[in-house]
């Protein structure tokens, strides 16, 4: 076993087990991952005024006594509106022991539906991390962007992984692990600030589709129900001009692909981080976690292609195909998990191509 790493599906049931985790709820069944666990909501969600972190001094309760605005009970579903900033107390908790600190991040079906999500902590000077040896509760910031959305106690935004000394691969590690399990499909990886560089496919292939424009002023998404919505009601689907290239609207929100196909071996997980915002104004995957197995061909990935979560800043901006947008870091697992992304857990974006999230049904 290594001594660094991402804990796995076992040690993550392990610290449920020892203290370290705690829920006011059963788990549910699929709750624990390869390399992460889904995070639930709780009983109440807290309309604010505006979005912020407690800082050193303060827990988020005494923050929310100043900043909300009504409270929204979930245990039979509720609506939350998009532009609203609502945060809801989580029914998982921590007491982390000094060695093992946490980060979390959106679920990929909540970035696919443009729901932004972060989580905090009492004292918490950042969203998203966990300093090892945090004891006390978990909250969520959800802000719906494009679509107006139905939660309920129990529903999973956003997981949370578990890490122990470092485990982030540098370049030249990355480098080597590329040339033994092919990280990406390119013949030149293009492998510079401690990741692997991942380009956006415009060029449509046989059906001329590049991706989907979400639409405006549409029905509530239930998140918590798969095949339930036409696609037509909710996206614009987007052909090539010709030139391999797609204008980005200001305030719009788009769903494309990359151009490589990704995998993240068994004894590895990696995220998306935004490549350098020097060279574009416009942001890609809010959900960022790739667990281990996903694109692995022995789990039934071969040819698993990242879905990009794209929304353009304060202007428009042009698009190429080909074009860098983001990179894939990769960081080694403590050991290998008992179950990897896909086969083992009937995965919803193994193999995926271009692919909008469970909740639509396709035709």
């Given amino acids: 076993m290594a001594k660094a790493g991402i804990l796995p599906d076992k040690d993550i049931a392990a610290l449920f087990d020892n203290g370290a985790l ?3 709820h059963p788990l549910d069944g699929d709750q624990i991952q390869p390399a992460s666990l889904d995070l639930r909501l709780g009983t109440i969600a807290y309309r604010v005024r505006a979005s912020f972190l407690p800082g050193p001094n303060h827990r988020v309760s005494e923050k929310l006594e100043k900043l909300k605005l009504h409270e929204i009970a979930l245990g039979e579903g509720a609506v939350l509106e998009t532009g609203c900033v609502y945060i809801v107390p989580l029914l998982e908790g921590l007491d982390l022991p000094d060695g093992i600190s946490a980060s979390a991040n959106p679920k990929s079906s909540t970035g696919r539906l443009d729901i932004f999500t972060r989580v905090m902590t009492d004292h918490g000077q950042e969203f998203d991390k966990i ?5 006390g509760p978990l909250y969520m910031e959800v802000s719906p962007r494009t679509f107006p959305i139905v939660v309920r106690t129990g529903s999973r935004l956003s997981q949370i992984r578990f890490r122990t000394g470092k485990a982030l691969l540098d370049e030249s590690a990355l ?14 990886p293009n492998i510079t600030g401690g990741g692997i560089a991942l380009s956006v496919d415009l060029s449509g292939g046989e059906n001329g589709l590049i991706g989907y424009r979400a639409k405006h002023h549409t029905a ?12 037509a009601d909710f996206w614009e689907p987007l052909t090539g001009d010709g030139a391999g290239g797609l204008i980005l609207d200001p305030d719009e929100f788009y769903i494309l692909v990359s151009q ?9 997980a990696a995220e998306m981080t935004p490549f350098d915002p020097l060279v574009g104004e416009f942001r890609v995957h809010y959900a960022g976690f790739f667990d281990p197995g996903f694109g692995h061909s022995s789990a039934g990935g071969t040819g698993s292609r990242a879905v990009l979560e794209v929304r353009s ?18 960081e080694r697992m403590l050991s290998r998990p008992r179950a990897l992304y896909g086969a083992d857990l009937k995965s919803n974006y193994q193999g995926q191509s271009l692919k909008l999230s469970k909740h639509f049904r396709m035709r």
Avoid: N
């Fill in 22 to 24: 705690a829920s006011a």
């Fill in 131 to 135: 300093p090892a040896g945090y004891s």
């Fill in 175 to 188: 480098a080597d692990l590329h040339a033994r399990e092919t990280l990406v499909a390119s013949d030149e």
């Fill in 220 to 231: 509530l998404i239930d998140v918590d129900k798969r095949d339930q919505h036409d696609i």
């Fill in 260 to 268: 490589e196909a990704v995998h993240v071996p068994p004894h590895h």
């Fill in 313 to 330: 800043h304060e202007v428009p901006f042009i698009l190429e195909h080909g074009q860098i947008v983001g990179r894939l870091v990769y």
